[in-house]
């Protein structure tokens, strides 16, 4: 028997377009929308279950390119890659995946995690056996000797246990890429930028360009998603003219990078959250103060929203993702954050914003998940809103302004829990914080005990 519902909107903004509709319903057969019409064509149904919105505003689910499920809100780089095995990081994932969904994010794009963990929660919400967004998964990032995720000493290497992958050749790269995907990956993701920086300050690209455009050939052959983290102008550049899919950050994009980016039709995913909350939100205790406090975050940030708007003004597609998963951006607090930064200092429009965050990052998720727009043919993925976000962007990361959440056309349950995490994430082996002088005891106050009795 079908499962029919209709979703009554006050006003409607589809995810496509500048116009925002009024007295619409959404019309959805087994999840799938079927008809978007005037309310008033399309009368009450005893065979159909009424969700009431008449008076509020409904948009797509949103979708959030950047959100790491395994990293578990971690505050130390050892605590993503580490200290949790595998499994309680899967377990840990569907937790968090459902506080993502009840934020408003009924899709989200996992670009690089330990093992399969993303695969693995992603099968897990696919099967009905919890609830959770639908996910675009990547498996660990395919990382090189110096490449980010390539932290730790040559003599400890990556562990297994590692977000990344490291390859020491291009066979080695080819063959991860095959591993991934016969594992089940929706997504690939490279490394490109490295640790090194020239005498000028510049990031080393972690890859070459022929390394590179090898590894983008190859995911694509295999018909998946290849995705880049590249912050510095040399990996921007070489994964624009690679032509992948999806680059995230791009802060040091120059001309020529972004004259590659055009020509390859890639989309660049700013990132700008998790830059902004480090300017915003550091405080004195943590070990990136330091660098807050001399305006490293600040002046990155202000670098990449300079150079970003470039990237607008020539039409790349700019979905939105915000690298949530740190301590610095929890799940399900800041994914709305995103779209207010590109009104404030980007210059989008909120619909432009909101365009972003629906059907612009439709593009890189699973095509068969057709999500981002409200239109026949489209998942029933809504969010229904208690004010209006093409007035005033910022009532997405109200939470008392989020009337409901619909994924399929099913409501989706609150999912807001408290946990302790000293017995969720925050595994490092700490012994103190400070380093104790007799001078910095002293300037604390105490007075070291005599060794004489």
Request: charge should be negative; proline fraction near 5%; glycine fraction near 8%.
């Amino acid at each position: 028997m079908t499962d029919t519902t209709y979703i009554r909107c006050g006003k409607l903004f589809p995810g496509v377009g500048d116009t925002v509709l009024e007295n619409q319903t959404i019309v959805a057969e087994d999840g799938i929308i079927t008809r978007v019409a005037p309310s008033k064509d399309i009368p009450k149904s005893a065979d159909a279950t009424e969700q009431d919105f008449s008076r509020n505003f409904v948009i797509p689910g949103m979708i959030d390119l950047h959100t790491h499920l395994a990293y578990g809100n971690a505050k130390t780089e050892e605590d993503i890659d580490l200290y949790s095995s595998l499994e309680f990081r899967a377990v840990r994932g569907v937790f968090f995946a459902h506080q993502v969904l009840s934020s408003g994010f009924t899709t989200i794009g996992a670009p690089g995690d330990s093992g399969m963990v993303s695969r693995a929660v992603r099968d897990a919400i696919d099967a009905g056996l919890f609830q959770g967004p639908r996910i675009a998964a990547a498996g660990p990032y395919i990382t090189s000797r110096q490449g980010l995720t390539d932290w730790y000493p040559t003599w400890i290497g990556v562990p297994t246990t590692s977000i990344g992958r490291l390859v020491t050749n291009r066979d080695e790269a080819i063959e991860e890429i095959r591993k991934q995907v016969k594992e089940g990956v929706d997504t690939v993701k490279i490394a490109m930028d490295g640790i090194l920086r020239r005498p000028n300050g510049e990031l080393v690209a972690a890859f070459t360009l022929d390394e590179t455009k090898a590894m983008v050939d190859e995911i694509h052959r295999l018909g998946k998603i290849a995705i880049t983290h590249a912050r510095g102008r040399e990996a921007t550049l070489y994964a624009g003219k690679a032509g992948v899919d999806l680059i995230f950050h791009a802060s040091e994009i120059d001309d020529e990078g972004l004259e590659a980016v055009v020509a390859n039709k890639c989309s660049i995913c700013p990132t700008f959250t998790l830059l902004r909350n480090y300017v915003d939100f550091v405080e004195p205790q943590d070990p990136a103060f330091r660098e807050r406090r001399n305006s490293v975050w600040r002046t990155e940030f202000e670098s990449a929203v300079e150079n970003l708007q470039k990237v607008k003004k020539a039409g790349v597609p700019m979905p939105i993702g915000t690298d949530s998963g740190f301590a610095l951006t929890p799940f399900g607090e800041w994914h709305a954050r995103e779209l207010e930064i590109f009104v404030d200092y980007m210059g989008f429009t909120p619909i432009e914003a909101l365009r972003a965050a629906t059907s612009v990052g439709a593009n890189l998720v699973r095509p068969s998940d057709r999500v981002g727009t409200l239109a026949s043919g489209f998942q029933a993925d809504v969010v229904a809103l208690d004010g209006d976000p093409s007035k005033n962007i910022s009532i997405l990361l109200d939470r008392s302004k989020m009337k409901s959440v619909l994924k399929g056309g099913k409501v989706t349950p609150p999912a807001k829990r408290e946990y302790d995490p000293g017995k969720v994430s925050d595994f490092t082996q700490v012994i103190s914080s400070e380093l104790y002088t007799r001078e910095r005891v002293s300037k604390l106050g105490y007075r070291a005990p005599s060794m004489h009795h």
